[in-house]
C-alpha cells in the first residue's frame, strides 16, 4: 500500500510555456498532499502544502501566481508551472499523508522538469 | 519557522565500517523525525524514523536516536555496504504533516 505515482516522470518545454504535473495517491485517500522542488546535489525544498478543497498554503519565497496548486480530489494533486524559464529547470516531487493518521509522507517519484 | 542542519555533507567509509549522520532542529515542537535515503534521479526512501516520544530506535543495521533536550538525532549504520552508498537525509515535522529537510549527506561506502 501507500503508492503514489506522478506524471510526467520527465518534460522538456520552450521557456514561456506553462506545465503541469500530476500527483496521484493510488491505493489511499491523501488527506494533505506536499510539492517540493530539488535542484541538483540540493536537498528537498517545501513548496506548497496543499488540502483537498481548498487553497494551498505556499511556504516563503514561493510564488503562488506562479505555481499553481490544485488538489481537486482526495487523490489527485497538480502542480502547474506557469511561464516557465530555465530557471524553473528542476526536479519536482510531490508526496502524501493519509495512510496512518499523520506525519508519514509517501512520495511520488518525482519529475524532471528542463526549460529551454 | 523550523530549521534543521545536519552533517557532515559528505562521509566516506571503508566497508564493515560505521556511519553517523547528526542533526539538530531547532523547534521543540517538532515530534516526528524521519530519516530518509535518495538515490540519484529518484524519489526519497523511508529508512527509518522516531517519534518524540521515543528516545531509541534500531532497525537491523540502522539506528537512530533523539535527544530532545538538546534538539538533536542521529542515523547510525553499522556494517556498513557498498549499496548503502547514497545521499541520506534527516527531517523533522513541527506540526502533524509538514517536514522540514535538511542538507543532506553523501555517504560513499568503498569496498
Known amino acids: 500500500g501507500a503508492v503514489v505515482s506522478q506524471h510526467p516522470s520527465w518534460v522538456i518545454c520552450k521557456s514561456g510555456t506553462s506545465v503541469k504535473i500530476e500527483c496521484r495517491s493510488l491505493d489511499f485517500q491523501a488527506t494533505t498532499m506536499f510539492w517540493y522542488r530539488q535542484f541538483p546535489k540540493q536537498s528537498l525544498m517545501l513548496m506548497a502544502t496543499?488540502?483537498?478543497?481548498?487553497?494551498?498554503?505556499?511556504e516563503q519565497g514561493v510564488e503562488k501566481d506562479k505555481f499553481l496548486i490544485n488538489h481537486a480530489s482526495l487523490t489527485l494533486s497538480t502542480l502547474t508551472v506557469t511561464s516557465a524559464h530555465p530557471e524553473d529547470s528542476s526536479f519536482y516531487i510531490c508526496?502524501?499523508?493519509?495512510?496512518?493518521?499523520?506525519?508519514?509522507?509517501?512520495f511520488g517519484p518525482g519529475t524532471r522538469l528542463t526549460v529551454l | 519557522g523550523e530549521n534543521v542542519e545536519q552533517h557532515p555533507s559528505t562521509l566516506s567509509v571503508q566497508e564493515g565500517d560505521s556511519a553517523v549522520i547528526k542533526c539538530t532542529y531547532s523547534?521543540?515542537?517538532?515530534?516526528?523525525f524521519p530519516w530518509y535515503k535518495q538515490e540519484l534521479g529518484k524519489r526519497p526512501q523511508l529508512i527509518i524514523d522516531?517519534?518524540?516520544?521515543?528516545g531509541e530506535k534500531k532497525d537491523q543495521r540502522i539506528a537512530v536516536t533523539l535527544n530532545k533536550t538538546a534538539k538533536h538525532f542521529s542515523l547510525h549504520i553499522t556494517e556498513t555496504q557498498p549499496e548503502d552508498s547514497a545521499v541520506y537525509f534527516c527531517a523533522a515535522s513541527p506540526n502533524t504533516d509538514k517536514l522540514i529537510f535538511g542538507t543532506g549527506t553523501r555517504l560513499q561506502v568503498f569496498p
Open positions: 522516531i517519534r518524540s516520544n521515543v
Open positions: 508526496s502524501a499523508t493519509g495512510l496512518r493518521g499523520y506525519n508519514e509522507q509517501f
Open positions: 523547534d521543540s515542537a517538532s515530534n516526528y
Open positions: 496543499s488540502n483537498e478543497g481548498s487553497k494551498a498554503t505556499y
